[in-house]
């Protein structure tokens, strides 16, 4: 359980880097306020894609983007969005291609678009952490699929409003594969998408959240970063339970952030990795309880500031199992899927690392069986400078 502590560490961090993609929907600084709205109505827009397919070429492809909002925010409070939902239906020509090459199965990744605007900035978040489970395909006939991933949640600053709407794009990735598993020889396809433009344009908006009540800023740092490859390490105070209790927990990120960024063009940021050490206190009391392995879920906050636009990000990511070794301490790494981002007009971005991340630690026995989970809560030490990063975005 506890070691998810340590890459809550690490997370932070690294989301600190992916922060120059949370920017898009704006940029802030500042500790985030624990509670959210509640999660009001879904929205629902049946839109149409364009996707290129490999052999049958460019098709419409129909989908229902689902998603769940407030009604309204405030400032200072965080905003929690359901998951992300995106039913599509694959026509039969489609489907037909599949089979011809023996297609027994298939499942894969995807990369959705959001558009954000706030406080007079608009940006573009590429988020990759959708997943296409796997189906078979029929024997005849269209075949549905349901794709899902995780939003980030915000913190906004300053009253006025939060627009969320789908993005132009949506990029899939899909692993086929035949009736013994072994790769068919289309291998994994790469389709690229993007709303149809009709005349009238669809309607992409998923809402217009109103935010009232202006909180008191808090100034982020502005001080200067080395840009292309980066190394920060930050002190952590991780709360685990008795007899542990709040334990440091050092996260080192490492990666590549690009020294620009060009108003429309995407920017991405490369290699990132996040190492988090464990100390022996933590792994002590992993091996007592029978731990033999630690994974979990959580979101990391990470402060970004555009031009004066701050905001708060609390970016959702996944830790995969990791062994807790016999003796001694232990350091987890993760590679996470750092989203993209398009900036809609020139600035500069600076990125910290936020002050929190909530999630939830899993522990595994040797068998594989559930040792327990529980919440974890960790904060960045005091005293220590969070920026990571300053990158300026040109016309």
């Known amino acids: 359980m506890s070691a998810r502590s340590g890459f809550p560490g690490r997370r932070i961090g690294a989301i600190a880097v992916t922060a120059v993609v949370a920017a898009s929907v704006a940029v802030s600084a500042g500790p985030a306020v624990a509670t959210g709205h509640a999660v009001a109505g879904e929205v629902t827009r049946?839109?149409?894609?364009?996707c290129t397919f490999p052999l049958v070429g460019p098709q419409d492809v129909t989908g229902a983007v689902r998603i769940a909002l407030p009604d309204a925010g405030q400032a200072g409070v965080r905003i929690v969005p359901s998951d992300l939902s995106i039913d599509v239906e694959l026509s039969a020509n489609i489907v037909g291609a599949l089979r011809a090459f023996q297609t027994h199965h298939a499942e894969g990744t995807a990369v959705a678009d959001v558009d954000t605007a706030y406080d007079g900035k608009q940006l573009t978040l590429g988020l990759p952490g959708?997943?296409?489970?796997r189906k078979d395909i029929p024997p005849s006939g269209t075949l549905k699929l349901a794709i899902t991933g995780a939003m980030p949640d915000f913190v906004v600053?300053?009253?006025?409003?939060?627009?969320?709407?789908a993005g132009a794009q949506f990029n899939a990735k899909?692993?086929?594969?035949k009736a013994d598993n072994t790769p068919t020889a289309l291998g994994v396809l790469n389709v690229p998408c993007a709303v149809k433009a009709t005349i009238p344009?669809?309607?992409v908006l998923f809402a217009t959240i109103p935010i009232s009540n202006s909180a008191p800023g808090i100034a982020a740092p502005h001080a200067a970063a080395p840009l292309g490859d980066i190394s920060k390490t930050l002190t952590y105070a991780c709360a685990f339970p008795d007899p542990v209790g709040t334990q440091?927990?050092?996260g080192t990120l490492t990666g590549t952030i690009p020294d620009s960024g060009r108003v429309g063009q995407r920017l991405r940021i490369t290699n990132l990795k996040i190492n988090a050490a464990l100390n022996d206190t933590i792994t002590n009391e992993l091996r007592s309880r029978e731990v033999a392995s630690v994974g979990g879920s959580g979101r990391a906050d990470v402060d970004v500031d555009f031009e004066g636009t701050r905001l708060t990000i609390g970016i959702p990511g996944t830790v995969a199992p990791i062994a807790v070794p016999p003796t001694g301490p232990m350091t987890g790494t993760i590679s996470p899927d750092?989203?993209?981002l398009i900036f809609r007009q020139p600035g500069t971005v600076n990125v910290a690392a936020g002050q929190g991340l909530n999630g939830r630690v899993d522990g595994f026995k040797a068998?594989?069986?559930?040792a327990g989970q529980l919440p974890l809560t960790c904060t960045v030490a005091p005293g220590q400078d969070p920026h990571v990063a300053s990158v300026p975005i040109t016309a």
């Open 130 to 133: 959708l997943k296409i489970p």
């Open 174 to 177: 899909v692993d086929t594969r």
């Open 248 to 250: 440091d927990v050092t």
């Open 157 to 165: 600053y300053e009253s006025g409003s939060l627009s969320l709407a």
């Open 367 to 370: 068998d594989g069986s559930s």
């Open 46 to 50: 049946n839109l149409t894609y364009r």
């Open 338 to 340: 750092t989203p993209s």
């Open 201 to 203: 344009p669809q309607d």
